[in-house]
């Protein structure tokens, strides 16, 4: 067996990233929508928010899921994906001390920020290592 068969693609965290990323948004985003009559006074919201919100989920988890199943998976589009995450970290941030949400909600958006923000941190860490593996000299053998 030779070296390069054993090694990992520099491509693959990135790729495993966006794809849990991806599969979160989604479910989220679904689960927003077909639940947002139920979960809007829960969370001190209408339901029309977490409709619009569910969509936008789901159209970002199918980006995610394009960009990480391409044959060359881009390290612009994985900046994207962290930029992307850290605005929803940022923006549950300011929803949370704005104060329109019942408690219940001011925890569950805090888990999920938590959560966006683990991803956006795995994301960065893939789009180093495939730029690191781009700059690194090859060998010639």
């Given at each position: 067996m030779d070296e390069t068969s054993t090694r990992e693609s520099p491509s693959a965290t990135l790729r495993l990233a966006m794809k849990a990323n991806g599969s979160f948004s989604g479910l989220s985003g679904l689960g927003l929508i077909l639940a947002a009559g139920r979960l809007g006074p829960a969370l001190g919201v209408d339901r029309w928010v977490l409709i619009v919100i569910g969509v936008l989920?789901?159209?970002?988890?199918?980006?995610?899921?394009?960009?990480?199943?391409?044959?060359?998976?881009?390290?612009?589009?994985?900046?994207?994906?962290?930029?992307?995450?850290?605005?929803?970290?940022?923006?549950?941030?300011?929803?949370v001390a704005a104060g329109p949400l019942t408690p219940w909600g001011n925890q569950l958006v805090g888990v999920v920020a938590v959560i966006v923000l683990a991803f956006a941190v795995w994301q960065h860490l893939g789009v180093r290592k495939l730029t690191d593996a781009a700059r690194a000299p090859r060998s010639t053998g």
């Open positions: 989920l789901v159209m970002f988890a199918a980006s995610l899921w394009r960009s990480a199943t391409r044959v060359r998976v881009e390290p612009a589009e994985g900046r994207v994906a962290v930029w992307a995450d850290g605005g929803w970290v940022v923006g549950s941030a300011v929803v």
